[in-house]
């Protein structure tokens, strides 16, 4: 089927306007007062974005002095033990919920939250660091080292067995450096359990963080080792508000192209998955598809009240294309190349050799040599893999060509030179040549329709 270039088109804003009846007066006042409710409801939006900005920029900069002023102290700091450390983690967070406490925006504040918990994590990193490198240099950092590589390998593992390599691997680790004199052996015991528990919540983290559904999966199993029940609760929180985070940026997301008019039914269709799992919601989608639709139906109704070739067009469409998709994609071809008021002359032409074609073999779901010859290239797209843009051209190709006669020796001949294009040495072929195969040596007897060489091995 032709396609035709995609442009995009402004709309009609429907009205209930009867021509030329008198405008009611009832009517333009109330234009003025929603004219003035928008406009109050402006002004508002913008004194609270003006307030959220000051709110958080002031946060902003209380936060990040504060994390600055802990990492610096971190990094001379001369006592490395698990105490003291602790001290700057329990100092980091208490930074973090001080900090939001001032954004009287819930919305706001949970985007501080998010942002600050990640500010919070540099300082972290920062503060690790700076102990890591003086533990190096006691004798004792290459076993900090190596526990976070593995605690990384095991957070990151695809298999069990290769989080209990890892976890193994630590506890050797752990236990050399008790015959070391690093640690003593109640440390040690201490350590372990410690890091089976950080481990834990650790995967969880990482898993919620990059594939919330899986870990909502694996929680509701009770599927990780080292998680509480009440940890398994509030993690499970975390996961639900992932989701909705995820939820909310696409809904946006989707609305934003769908005021734009740059968004397609496809893209509606693949976000419509559950809300719980991150998607805008079948409900959702369907209004959205909806209205593009009878959008698109008045559009296409202005378009064909006077225009023939553009009306048998649509109607070929609503015959042959029962897909809803592909129907809505078809039309909106017309759309846009009627974006300008009108079709040119080219395309006025090629519409009206489709229909007359229509009318002069019957085009229809029952057969016809038009439909056997798009039927017979479809057959060949499917059996050789074709692209959708090379199922595209070649019934382009047949459409450009479909007021000649014989439409099914078109499509063989397109099918064939589409054979000799993915095969470009039949091309150098003729009757007679020997040709050496994986198999043994084949003579060239002839070639079938579709361009394959016919042959038969050599005796």
Request: charged share 30%.
């Amino acid at each position: 089927m032709a396609k035709i270039p995609r442009i995009a088109v402004p709309l009609r804003k429907p009205t209930t306007q009867v021509p030329g009846r008198p405008i009611r007066q009832g009517s333009a006042t109330g234009d003025v007062l929603q004219s003035l409710g928008e406009a109050a409801q402006e002004i508002f939006g913008k004194v609270q974005r003006a307030q959220s900005l000051a709110e958080t920029t002031k946060a902003q900069n209380e936060r990040d002095l504060r994390l600055s002023d802990i990492q610096t102290r971190a990094v001379n700091e001369t006592d490395l033990s698990t105490a003291t450390q602790k001290s700057y983690e329990d100092e980091i967070n208490k930074v973090n919920k001080e900090s939001a406490k001032s954004i009287t925006i819930p919305a706001d504040r949970s985007l501080f939250e998010l942002e600050s918990e990640n500010k919070a994590n540099i300082s972290r990193a920062k503060i690790q660091g700076s102990f890591r490198k003086k533990i190096v240099e006691q004798g004792a950092a290459d076993l900090s080292i190596f526990i976070g590589n593995k605690e990384n390998e095991f957070i990151q593992a695809n298999s069990v067995a290769g989080k209990q390599s890892a976890i193994l691997e630590r506890n050797d680790k752990i236990r050399e450096a008790v015959k070391s004199g690093y640690i003593s052996g109640a440390e040690a015991t201490e350590k372990i359990d410690e890091l089976d528990k950080e481990w834990g919540k650790a995967q969880v983290e990482y898993d919620i963080a990059t594939n919330p559904l899986m870990a909502r999966e694996l929680l509701n199993a009770k599927a990780y080792p080292n998680v509480s029940e009440l940890e398994r609760v509030e993690l499970l929180k975390k996961v639900d508000t992932e989701m909705k985070r995820q939820s909310t940026e696409l809904e946006d997301d989707i609305n934003q192209k769908f005021l734009d008019e740059d968004i397609t039914i496809e893209e509606i269709e693949a976000a419509g998955f559950k809300k719980t799992d991150g998607g805008i919601g079948s409900k959702t989608a369907r209004t959205l598809i909806g209205q593009l639709e009878r959008q698109q139906k008045a559009v296409i109704k202005d378009i064909t009240t006077d225009n023939e070739a553009a009306k048998s067009y649509v109607d070929l469409v609503d015959r042959m294309v029962t897909d809803r998709v592909d129907n809505f994609n078809a039309k909106q071809s017309l759309v846009e190349a009627m974006s300008d008021g009108v079709i040119t002359s080219e395309e006025s032409d090629k519409f009206n050799k489709i229909n007359q074609n229509l009318n002069d073999q019957k085009f229809n779901k029952e057969g016809g040599p038009l439909i056997n010859a798009v039927k017979k290239i479809k057959a060949w797209a499917g059996a050789s893999n074709a692209t959708d843009e090379e199922l595209s051209v070649s019934l382009r190709k047949l459409v450009n060509d479909s007021d000649k006669p014989n439409p099914e020796a078109i499509a063989d001949e397109i099918i064939k030179q589409n054979n000799v294009n993915a095969n470009p040495q039949w091309s150098n072929l003729k009757v007679g040549d020997t040709v050496s195969t994986p198999t043994g040596s084949v003579i060239i007897k002839g070639f079938f329709p579709d361009g394959e060489p016919d042959v038969e091995p050599v005796k």
